[in-house]
């Protein structure tokens, strides 16, 4: 019943539009390196988050581009913008906080879109029915070693289209000390 | 069986020596506000932390001073730095990496005493006797919420002058998205 763990560092996902306003109309985004979800990729692209107490610069675009923009930031990265973001699932923006994001060609005043990814898992159905799990199931993972820990509240979330995996934050993988690959092990 | 939490921020805690070379000869450190453990104090001073890969800035001083020189930080500052600073109980520096201090009367290149603390309990006999725990033992603490898990290998530490509050750096803190005070459950 194991799996590997992914840290995801803070990043961004954009709109045509807000693509259009940073980097220049009809700018395309340059795969810099596949991710691990199929058809996701790390772009060569940055930009900066400019919040009302700290700016965090050179924040990685990760593509493709989406219907809206999200940025993916960690707690501690919210205190030093300023912003207090909630603990979201990808997608689920109603209601977030927005932030300024500038880039080489202009700014964008976001008005939502700035969360703290909650962590979850990734599975397609083959891996569901080994596990024994259902589509938005909450499951436990346990990891091992030093900073062992048991993280409760992890949501499962099953699509062919999906590897197997885990995805949490920097502050979560490294409050367990786990690196990227890591098996951990998934409980009921 | 409950506990107030407290998040730990990157710190340093100084020898005489290295005080008198980062502040002046014979300087005396002052106390800016009073920590939870008693006799412990936050200091006025704050100093650079110069790592081969980058520079972590304003680094809070802590009193009272100490017979070695002991640097806190977290995994993450470990990156920003450029230096693998070991999971390591305070106090425990043997063979441990230095980083170069900078204050604003001199440079400290300290040789050894750059650690990521474990996380740990204090009590008093009192409370371990509540608690049915000893000494050294290792043990869990569960956090509820969003982000609730249960952090095992949690170091007891026994000591008469202690205050019971359990530490966490703010890494840890923030994966389990508690605050200050928070009130987290011992199991044994």
């Known amino acids: 019943m194991k799996l590997p763990i992914a840290l995801s560092n803070k990043h961004i996902h954009l709109s045509q539009d807000d693509i259009n306003t940073l980097f220049g ?4 985004l340059t795969p810099f390196k596949p991710l691990s979800q199929p058809g996701q990729f790390a772009c060569e692209e940055k930009v900066d988050l400019v919040g009302p107490k700290g700016t965090i610069k050179g924040v990685r675009v990760l593509g493709p581009t989406r219907n809206q923009t999200q940025v993916e930031i960690s707690l501690a990265d919210g205190f030093t913008l300023g912003v207090k973001a909630p603990i979201r699932e990808s997608g689920d923006l109603n209601g977030t906080p927005g932030i300024k994001i500038a880039g080489p060609n202009g700014e964008v005043e976001l008005q939502e879109g700035l969360i703290v990814a909650s962590r979850h898992i990734h599975m397609n159905s083959n891996d569901a029915k080994n596990f024994g799990v259902n589509d938005k199931d ?51």
């Not at 109309?25 to 395309?28: A, G, I, P, S, V």
């Open 138 to 188: 909450l499951v436990k993972i346990k990891t091992e070693g030093q900073r062992a820990l048991v993280f409760e509240n992890v949501l499962v979330r099953v699509n062919d289209s999906y590897q197997l995996e885990m995805h949490v934050d920097v502050e979560e993988g490294n409050a367990a000390a786990v690196k990227n690959g890591e098996l951990v092990e998934l409980i009921k």
């Open 25 to 28: 109309q009809d700018y395309k």
